[in-house]
């Protein structure tokens, strides 16, 4: 059963990654990039794969990446440039957004600057709400872009690499590949079960009271 949920996870993934190339990497990290949790630990170590194998190249796939992130932070962005603090207020639960998510992501940009895009490309769950932050704080559009695209392209950098690593000591590691898929599909799968339950337990709690 648990083989059939790893299957499901996994196989769309690498089946567009197959069939689009570095278009396909693009367009799934664009996803992971839009308020939407698309675990990019399940997207990049598979092109890094490829690229072992000679289908990929290691420069092309983590720039696809990183041009993926920023394409799918603009929507975002522009959402929360135009909509702002109330339209969070109103319709954030939806993008899986809360106040305290705005407050905390004012906070790093108020202490790091826009230096926060850097950084926050560079962390679980957080790299993919940053983006509709950035907009109703009015960051600006450039640096926020720039940046975006630089801390997206060390993090595509370093997952293509687990990749390729991973690939070329294929024969090493197969008595652990089954293994190494259950514990990131767990891991991906805890993370994203509790930033959904974190984020739409206040819907929950105010459509029954």
């Given at each position: 059963m648990f083989d059939g949920l790893i299957a499901l996870i996994i196989a769309p993934i690498?089946?567009?990654?197959?069939?689009?190339g570095?278009?396909?990497?693009?367009?799934?990290?664009?996803?992971?990039?839009?308020?939407i949790p698309l675990p990019s630990e399940l997207i990049l170590p598979?092109?890094?794969y490829l690229v072992q194998l000679g289908k990929m190249n290691i420069h092309l796939a983590a720039l696809a990446g990183a041009v993926g992130c920023v394409l799918g932070s603009l929507p975002s962005y522009w959402l929360g440039m135009w909509g702002g603090r109330p339209f969070l207020e109103k319709y954030g639960r939806f993008l899986l957004l809360s106040p305290h998510d705005m407050d905390k992501a004012e906070g790093w940009i108020q202490r790091y600057g826009d230096w926060t895009f850097f950084i926050c490309r560079m962390l679980?769950?957080?790299r993919t709400f940053i983006?509709?932050?950035?907009?109703?704080?009015?960051a600006k559009f450039w640096p926020f872009i720039i940046l975006t695209f630089i801390g997206s392209w060390v993090w595509s950098y370093a997952l293509v690499y687990v990749g390729v690593v991973f690939g070329n000591n294929l024969e090493a590691f197969?008595?652990?590949?089954?293994?190494?898929?259950?514990a990131i599909v767990a891991v991906c799968a805890l993370l994203g079960g509790w930033y959904l339950w974190k984020h739409l337990k206040p819907m929950w709690t105010s459509n029954n009271n």
């Open positions: 690498h089946a567009t990654i197959e069939a689009l570095y278009a396909g990497v693009a367009l799934l990290m664009a996803i992971e990039s839009a308020n598979y092109a890094g679980p769950v957080v983006s509709f932050p950035a907009g109703v704080l009015k197969k008595h652990i590949w089954h293994q190494f898929d259950i």
